[in-house]
T-cell receptor, first 115, second 114 residues
């Protein structure tokens, strides 16, 4: 079975500072990795995904994430955050060989950007 | 185009009552998922539909929960004899077939059991 751990439930940061949101996963098989974002009073939307190839993937709104197989991590980063980045960020995995898009999510990290 | 639509957006019900939550997926999406989002719990998978295949019900927490998908489109999640611990946001998502197709989520139904 697969599992996803987001160790930080809340991350406060000042505007224009860099941020890293951590995500670690556990799986005995290869996985696809995703980050979703949920802005206040909005639905979840895909931020970025890793399927194969380059381990550094870029997403919307200046976010990027790096897949590290040896550390089973997929941390999300942004060099300079804005107030509008305040949201909940969820890391998720799916199993390519399952032939379904079923996602296993972490508990989520709330990013709070302060002026 | 239209996204995933869920109704109602909010539902308050008394303990012991039955509730039905509706999901209209994006047209053409063959896969449909239900998730539950509880405070501090992240997103919990409930059930998955794919075309005419038998649904994956492995995430349903008890036999009080059931779901159906009619005509490969609209889905209804039913919770019988609601309990206070059922209070959560119920999210529906749809996608094309395949593990690398991103899920498109609706805005959810916030269920409060009093």
């Amino acid at each position: 079975a697969q599992s996803v751990t987001q160790l930080d439930s809340q991350v406060p940061v000042f505007e224009e500072a860099p941020v890293e949101l951590r995500c670690n996963y556990s799986s005995s098989v290869s996985v696809y990795l995703f980050w979703y974002v949920q802005y206040p009073n909005q639905g979840l939307q895909l931020l970025l995904k890793y399927l194969s190839g380059s381990t550094l993937v870029k997403g919307i709104n200046g976010f990027e994430a790096e897949f590290n197989k040896s550390q089973t991590s997929f941390h999300l980063r942004k060099p300079s955050v804005h107030i509008s980045d305040t949201a909940e960020y969820l890391c998720a995995v799916s199993v390519p060989t399952s032939n379904t898009g079923k996602l296993i999510f972490g508990q989520g990290t709330t990013l709070q950007v302060k002026p | 185009g239209a996204g995933v639509s869920q109704s109602p957006s909010n539902k308050v019900t008394e303990k012991g009552k039955d509730v039905e939550l509706r999901c209209d997926p994006i047209s053409g999406h063959t896969a449909l998922y239900w998730y539950r989002q509880s405070l501090g719990q992240g997103l919990e998978f409930l059930i998955y539909f794919q075309g005419n295949s038998a649904p994956d019900k492995s995430g349903l927490p008890s036999d009080r929960f059931s779901a159906e998908r009619t005509g490969g489109s609209v889905s209804t999640l039913t919770i019988q004899r609601t309990q206070q611990e059922d209070s959560a946001v119920y999210l529906c998502a749809s996608s094309f077939l395949g593990p690398n197709s991103p899920l498109h989520f609706g805005n959810g139904t916030r269920l409060t059991v009093t």
